[in-house]
Structures are given as C-alpha cells and as structure tokens.
C-alpha cells in the first residue's frame, strides 16, 4: 500500500459566495484532481471552507499552493498535514457537501459551541471528516 499526505485546512468565504460559485469550484476540482491523483472532500458552511485533500505529497502541496491563492477565501489555516497509508475519499476527486444539515449538528458538537472551524482542535477536524467519510461512503458505496 502507498503511503500518501493527507492534508486538512480551513478558510474563511468572501462576503457573497453563493452555491453556485461553490458548485463551480467542486467541478472544476474533480476534473484537475482526478488527472494529478488526488482525492478529498471540500465542506462548506456559506462562511467557512473546511477541505480535506489526499494524494501524493508534491501534487498536494502544489495544489494548496493554488488554493492558498485563490481570492474567493482569506484566512487559510493548514490544520493537518500527515501521511497515510489509507485515503478517506479515495473514490472522489473531490466531494462536496453543505454544513448546513446533520454533518453541521455533528460539528457543532464537536465544538461544543456555535460552528467556527477555527476553533476545532486538529483530533476533532480529522474526526469531522472521518464522520463525513462514512457518510459518504454509506450514500455511495
């Protein structure tokens, strides 16, 4: 089995980022990932992005290198970066889901207050997203 990076960060959505914004950076994601080998998982809250990516280590780092430029967030924040040798959304070039249903309740228990991803410590963001793993997994297996 091939050791990967898995890499987890959060970020803070400009003032009017609308769904439709969002859905178009998932697609545009899932194509470009699925060429460089990487699979992942970006949240959205409709303040916060929460993103999950997986794959090997000089892909991912030159993918959050663009992502860290992007003028649609400020305030990224690398919570996780840590090799693994089994990826959580291994069948997705990149996942997409709103915080805004029962993941969010998930969370915000998580972090025993009102959902800021800033303030999840890094053992309950992996947690998060092990939880959205599942989830995903049990809706598509």
């Known amino acids: ?7 987890v ?3 803070t959505c400009i003032h009017g980022l609308h769904l439709q914004d969002v859905q178009s950076i998932v697609a545009t994601a899932q194509s470009r990932n699925q060429v460089a080998g990487i699979s992942g998982m ?3 809250s409709g303040e916060f992005f ?3 990516l997986e794959g090997e280590r000089d ?9 860290m430029a992007d003028p649609r967030h400020h305030s990224v924040e690398l919570i996780v970066s840590s090799p693994t040798a089994v990826r959580w959304f291994s069948t997705w070039g990149m996942g ?11 969370l915000d228990s ?6 800021n991803p800033y303030l999840l410590e890094a053992s309950e ?3 998060a997203f092990g939880q959205l793993s599942q989830h995903a997994q049990r809706l598509h297996p």
Do not use: E, N, P
């Open 96 to 106: 997409f889901s709103r915080l805004m249903s029962s993941h969010r309740l998930d």
């Open 110 to 115: 998580l972090a025993g207050r009102s959902f």
């Open 1 to 7: 089995m091939r050791i990967v990076i898995r890499l």
């Open 125 to 127: 963001m992996q947690s």
């Open 59 to 67: 892909r991912v780092t030159h993918c959050f290198g663009k992502i």
């Open 50 to 52: 929460l993103q999950c």
């Open 42 to 44: 970006l949240c959205w």
């Open 9 to 11: 960060y959060v970020s």
